[in-house]
């Protein structure tokens, strides 16, 4: 079975600041991890991915994440914060397959940007 | 293109009423999903669909059927609401490429059940 955990409900930085945001699975096949982001009031939209191949995978609005195997760790980062970067975030393990049958998401980092 | 659409958006409910919360796609996708949000958990699969007539059980299926007739529509059926079913609910789809099923969500339905 797939599990996701985020450490950290809530995580606060200064615009202009490093955003890391950590997310560590569990897969019992080679992982498919997704990171997304829910906007209030909104449907969730795909940063980023990582299937196979390079480990680190660079995503929309500036955002990237490193696959560490040896580590079952998927971390997002950003080097400067922004204020639109304000909102949930969903880090996601499919299930099988790339994702076909489901993805598991963890239970979301929600971050604040101080201005 | 329009998406992933939902229908309605807000909706109460009294305990023992049935509804269908609708989901229509215009992106030609075959794979589609109903997951369901409550507060700080996350999102858990109900059911999926890999194509037209064929339909699987997720995480959580209790309390809710869905069908596929057509590869643009899955609707999801509440029979009996309670209130453990208050939740906001996501659609999404995705194609079959052979390498990843990149899901694309829906707006959502915010469903209360009193």
Known sequence: ?115 | NAGVTQTPKFRILKIGQSMTLQCAQDMNHNYMYWYRQDPGMGLKLIYYSVGAGITDKGEVPNGYNVSRSTTEDFPLRLELAAPSQTSVYFCASSLANGVTYEQYFGPGTRLTVT
């Open chain 1, 1 to 115: 079975a797939q599990s996701v955990t985020q450490l950290g409900s809530h995580v606060s930085v200064s615009e202009g600041a490093l955003v890391l945001l950590r997310c560590n699975y569990s897969s019992s096949v080679p992982p498919y991890l997704f990171w997304y982001v829910q906007y209030p009031n909104q449907g969730l939209q795909l940063l980023l991915k990582y299937t196979t191949g390079a480990t680190l995978v660079k995503g929309i609005n500036g955002f990237e994440a490193e696959f560490k195997k040896s580590e079952t760790s998927f971390h997002l980062t950003k080097p400067s914060a922004h204020m639109s970067d304000a909102a949930e975030y969903f880090c996601a393990v499919s299930h099988s397959g790339g994702g076909a049958d489901g993805l598991t998401f963890g239970k979301g980092t929600h971050l604040i940007i101080q201005p």
